[in-house]
């Protein structure tokens, strides 16, 4: 089950051009992704109206899609403009097209009522696009739902094992218990490692400053649209960071990572690691992007294997410990909204006159 009524990512903005078209599931629905003559985005059914048959298999012809079973075309608002053999087109020959909108990088598109398709929702990525910060974008496909993809992101003490060798390099964090808030968007998670004797693995080579570090995750999940927005750094231990001071050697860093449900079973995953010190360092910014998807490797293998062993448990239910207070709340939030949208689905024929 998933939230309708939201922007979800869809699309690396580069991955969208004039002369082809991109096919991807999104909330189990399969999708049609292209960019129009004016650089705006078109997102429409992966489905012909006459048989069914996948638009993805059909042929770009300007702003419009050709079915190649029979020959109709559409063009980006779903409309059927060519039936061939027949001056005009059938009735109910039009398909369904989505609100789609290109910002920081990213291509969103609206899956629910398009009528309250509000582009102020769209979720902050300013890091992915701004001057002041340097990254690389990615993306990954997980073999698993959404949720334990969530899941991990709201639990990072297996950071200290998943991750041992990576991003994570201390047992201190899954001993440090998270501070964990209720938002108006969804949960925030504050976890600080203080003097620690170094850096995390994945800064080997890059490290700014000799000696302890004072290391930190403060991370906001919006369960709206499955926004993962992450300020983390290093600093010199004892500098001041957890008061906002930040020395100048200071390592910081933002992650924004979109966690987009291409199915039940199936999950895009959109991110950047951004820093915002040596801006021009184009070794730095390659060499984060790799060590971290280097990390979420890690992280596919054991939600992979995890949703193998959750599809054969056959409905019993897991343990429940101390930190999984973060993404409980998370579940929750989703499911409440889920039921929501449900009793205002069930509501809306009476509203509607006949």
């Known amino acids: 089950m998933f939230i309708q009524n939201a922007w979800y990512a869809s699309a690396w903005a580069h991955e969208l051009t004039k002369d082809d078209f991109l096919a991807r599931k999104i909330l189990g629905k399969g999708l049609i992704l292209y960019r129009k003559a004016d650089d705006s ?42 039936e061939p053999g027949r001056k005009g087109v059938s009735p109910n020959t039009d398909i369904r097209s989505f609100p789609a909108i290109e ?65 994570g390099g201390s047992r201190t964090i899954a001993e440090i218990n998270p501070k964990v808030e209720q938002t108006d968007k969804g949960v925030k998670m504050t976890r600080w490692y203080l003097n620690e004797p170094g850096f995390a693995p994945y800064l080997e080579g890059h490290e700014r400053f000799e ?55 199936n999950t895009h995953y959109f991110w950047v690691y951004a820093h915002n010190f ?32 959750v599809d054969e448990s056959e409905g019993d239910q897991m343990a429940y410990t101390h930190f999984d207070n973060g993404l409980t709340l998370g579940r929750r939030l989703i499911d409440r909204k889920i039921a929501e949208e449900k009793t205002e689905a069930a509501k809306a024929p009476e509203a509607v006159p006949a």
């Not at 079915?67 to 559409?74: A, P, T």
């Not at 010199?236 to 979109?258: D, I, R, Y």
């Not at 984060?288 to 280097?294: F, G, T």
């Open 211 to 265: 000696g302890a570090v004072d290391r930190w995750n403060i991370y906001h999940l919006s369960t709206l649209s499955n926004h993962f927005s992450m300020s983390s750094g290093s600093a010199p231990a004892n500098t001041g960071a957890p008061e906002g001071k930040l020395a100048p050697e200071t390592m910081v860093f933002h992650s924004n990572q979109l966690i987009t449900p291409a199915d039940e079973h």
């Open 41 to 82: 985005v078109a997102a429409i059914i992966d489905r012909c109206s006459h048989r069914f048959a996948p638009l993805s298999l059909g042929r770009r012809e300007g702003d419009c899609i050709r079915c190649m079973y029979h020959g109709l075309v559409f063009d980006g608002e779903g409309t059927c403009v060519e």
């Open 103 to 167: 910002r920081h990088k990213l291509v969103w598109v609206w899956m629910g009522d398009a009528d309250k398709a509000n582009p102020d929702l769209i979720p902050d990525c300013h890091q992915n696009d701004s001057a002041e910060w340097a990254c690389v974008p990615r993306y990954a496909s997980f073999k698993a739902n959404y949720l334990l993809v969530l899941d991990n992101l709201l639990d990072f003490s297996h950071l200290s094992f998943v991750h041992e060798n990576s991003l």
């Open 278 to 309: 040596a801006l021009d360092d184009a070794n730095l910014t390659n060499s984060l992007a790799e060590r971290v998807s280097a990390g979420f490797v890690e992280d596919r293998t054991m939600i992979e294997a995890q949703q193998l062993v």
